[in-house]
């Protein structure tokens, strides 16, 4: 039988598998190292060139002029439903607005005899004070 573990030689060196994968994950390491480092540079040279603000409002605002392009193309196509959805909205707006006086107008309409302070009304017999 043979051993499990063998010996490789590198060179003149005899390394075991064990070590031989330790000096290969460290080359990889390395490099990655290496790789991340220079991806930071590359970054730091971007940011000195123009900042992330200027680039983050570059980026928002060509996003907000796709939004804006959208929107008017869906305007246009859909001119009707728009005005419709439109009128729509301000009347919503203006019954929550008047929302007090529509109850008030309702609730007499459907109960004529209550008074708007909430007192019975009187007869027109009825002479006590």
Known sequence: MR??????????????????RLKHDRLMRDAAR????????LLKAGVAQKPVTT????????YLRQIGDGALDLFEENRGKVAGG?????AAIAVWLYRDQIGDMIAGILDPDEDDDG?????????ST
């Open 3 to 20: 051993s499990t573990n063998r010996l490789r030689t590198m060179g003149n060196m005899t390394m075991s598998p064990l070590k031989l």
């Open 34 to 41: 290496q790789v991340v480092g220079t991806d930071v540079e």
């Open 55 to 62: 680039r983050a409002a570059e980026t928002g605002g060509d």
């Open 86 to 90: 439109l009128t729509l909205a301000a």
């Open 119 to 127: 007192e019975e009304p009187r007869q027109s017999g009825d002479i």
